[in-house]
Structure formats: structure tokens, C-alpha cells
């Protein structure tokens, strides 16, 4: 078996190679760069948090040589130390005096072992999401106005004609610069959060998978069916959407912190919607106009978004779950 010392070191590398592909300006560059987190999250993951750490310093030297320390500092920011948080949570874990209980596993010849449940993951990850956004709108912008120029900024003189081709030819100067408004206060703030939530997650079950796969996970597979979140998850939810409403500053963390908690609930109404249809003959195409909703219509995700905010207080998946007594009998608690 190779010392985490050496996987550090390897995984470390290969996450600066993946960082510092971005700068081909290619697809596949592209592609390769949301596969950053990966390496960090399988060495911490199949080796421990020692070689999650090595391989963080080792991909923080690496980018730092190639690209510069600002860039180094933004690679630990968003990738490589939530990384290792995640990778340690994940092999978080206390002995459980029930066996077999929720959550647990039975070592062999050993007592029960709870694991710290996914559920709290993905929590603390939309957490690092919309708090890393936020960080990054500040040093984008400083302020509110700061922000709006420096993304202004970014899109040029082709910016307009290439909106009237998709909005019309009546949309004019007016419309343009109420869509950069919209942008900059809304759709920016939230997306990232969103996006940096989903490639994270997916990287983590990703590297999770893999090491089981080469027998390196001493865990089961994290399930999603099952996730639930702290109790006050929902009222974080409700208090970033209220500080969304906020001028300024702390508008946009609203909103990143309101992306952010939106996707994690997102994900939790996938995994009720999992559990609905389970029992049901027509389980693929339900599923199949599930994922097309939230991929190609703009009001599937709110919808979902919606049953994952009731899910703490309806708990649907145990009203399916739930054995249904036999006919004409009773059930074990009669």
C-alpha cells in the first residue's frame, strides 16, 4: 500500500495540473478544471487527512510556481482546504451504542460506528459556498458599486447584439443595462454559489465512489435517499432570503448564501422525488422527466426546491416507506 505521504504528493500534483489547465481557454481545459477538487478529496478520502494536507501544500507550490500567489490563494480558498474539510467529514466518526442504527455500520467483532451523516455535509458545504462567494464579490468589487462596474467590465462591445439576437431587435440599450442590473444583483451571486455546491458534492461522492471501488473507503457509500439536515437549515434558508432583500453588500450575500441553501434543498427534493416514485412501475420515466425539467425548463427547480423545504416537516419518504399492514390484518404496532 503507498504511503499517504506519497499519494499526498501525487494527488497534489495532478490537482495543480487540473487548476492550471483552465489557462488553455479549451473545452476540454474546462471539463478537466471542475474535476479539480477530486484528487485532494480521494487522497483525504482513501488515505486520511494527512495526505489531503499534503496534497493541498504540494498543489498550493505547484500553482503558486505557475501562476502566481494570488492565484495559489484563490486554488486554497475554493478548492484545496474545502477539500480537506470535506474529505475529513466524511471519515468522521464515533462508536453508536445501537447497532446497525441509522446511519451506522457494525465493524467486524467491534462496536456499532455512526458516521457523521451526509445530510450535515452537504449543510456545511452550502455554508462554504455562500460564504467563498460572498469573500469573492468583495474582493471583486469591495462594494456594491465596485462589484457592478468590475462586471460590467466583462462583457464588451458584442454583449448587446449578441442579447438582441437572442431577445429580438427591440431589445436596446435600456433593456441591456436593466439585464446587467438583474445579472450582478441575482443571477451572478446564486448561480456561483450554486455551481461551486454541485461541483463540489459531486466531486466528494465521485472520490467516495472510487475508493471503494479500489478498497481504499473503510465506510459505506454515502446514500443521498436518506440525507436530512440540521434542524435550523431551513431557517438559515428564510434568513438568507430575507438579507437577499438587503442594498449593498449584504444583498449579494443573501443571495449567495440563498443559492447556496437553495441547492442543498434542491438536492434533498431530488432524493424525496427518489423515494416517491421507487415503488412505481413508471420509476424511469418519471425520473427521466424529472432531470429534463430541471435541466431545460426554468420553473422545474423552484418547484423541487419547494418539496425539499416541506420534507423536514411532511417527512414523505417515511410515509412511503412505511410498512402497509397486510389485508384484513394488524399492523405490528395494533
Known amino acids: 500500500m503507498a504511503s499517504p505521504r506519497l499519494i499526498g504528493i501525487g494527488s497534489g500534483l495532478v490537482a495543480a495540473v487540473l487548476f492550471t489547465s483552465l489557462a488553455n481557454n479549451s473545452a476540454l481545459a474546462l471539463m478537466l478544471f471542475y474535476l479539480t477538487p477530486l484528487p485532494v478529496l480521494l487522497a483525504g478520502i482513501g488515505w486520511g487527512l494527512l495526505a489531503a494536507l499534503i496534497a493541498l501544500v504540494t498543489a498550493t507550490l505547484i500553482v503558486s510556481f505557475a501562476l502566481g500567489i494570488q492565484t495559489a490563494i484563490a486554488f486554497i480558498l475554493y478548492v484545496g482546504l474545502p477539500g480537506v474539510i470535506l474529505s475529513y467529514l466524511l471519515l468522521l466518526h464515533r462508536e453508536a451504542a445501537p447497532a446497525g442504527g441509522p446511519g451506522g455500520t457494525v465493524a467486524a467483532g467491534g462496536p456499532a460506528i455512526e458516521w457523521y451523516p451526509l445530510g450535515r455535509i452537504i449543510a456545511w458545504a452550502a455554508v462554504m459556498a455562500g460564504g467563498l462567494v460572498a469573500l469573492g ?198
Open 137 to 334: 464579490l468583495v474582493l471583486l468589487g469591495g462594494d456594491g458599486e465596485g462589484y457592478r462596474a468590475a462586471v460590467r467590465s466583462m462583457f464588451d462591445d458584442n454583449a448587446l447584439t449578441q442579447l438582441q439576437g437572442i431577445f429580438g431587435a427591440e431589445f436596446g440599450q435600456v433593456e441591456f443595462d436593466r439585464f446587467i442590473e438583474r445579472f450582478t444583483r441575482y443571477i451572478l451571486p446564486a448561480f456561483a454559489a450554486t455551481f461551486w455546491l454541485l461541483v463540489m458534492i459531486g466531486n466528494l461522492w465521485l472520490a467516495a465512489k472510487s475508493a471503494s471501488i479500489s478498497g481504499q473507503l473503510n465506510r459505506p457509500v454515502p446514500s443521498f435517499s436518506q440525507i436530512n439536515y440540521p434542524p435550523l437549515f431551513v431557517a438559515a434558508f428564510f434568513a438568507a432570503l430575507g438579507l437577499s432583500f438587503s442594498p449593498g453588500g449584504l444583498g449579494l450575500a443573501g443571495m449567495a448564501f440563498l443559492g447556496a441553501f437553495g441547492c442543498a434543498f434542491l438536492i434533498l427534493g431530488v432524493a424525496v422525488v427518489h423515494s416517491l416514485v421507487a415503488g412505481t412501475q413508471l420509476k424511469p420515466a418519471l425520473l427521466v422527466i424529472l432531470y429534463a425539467g430541471l435541466l431545460l425548463t426554468p420553473w422545474f427547480a423552484p418547484i423541487v426546491t419547494a418539496l425539499g423545504l416541506a420534507e423536514p416537516f411532511l417527512h414523505l419518504r417515511q410515509r412511503v416507506q412505511r410498512p402497509t399492514p397486510p389485508a384484513g390484518g394488524r399492523g405490528p404496532n395494533s
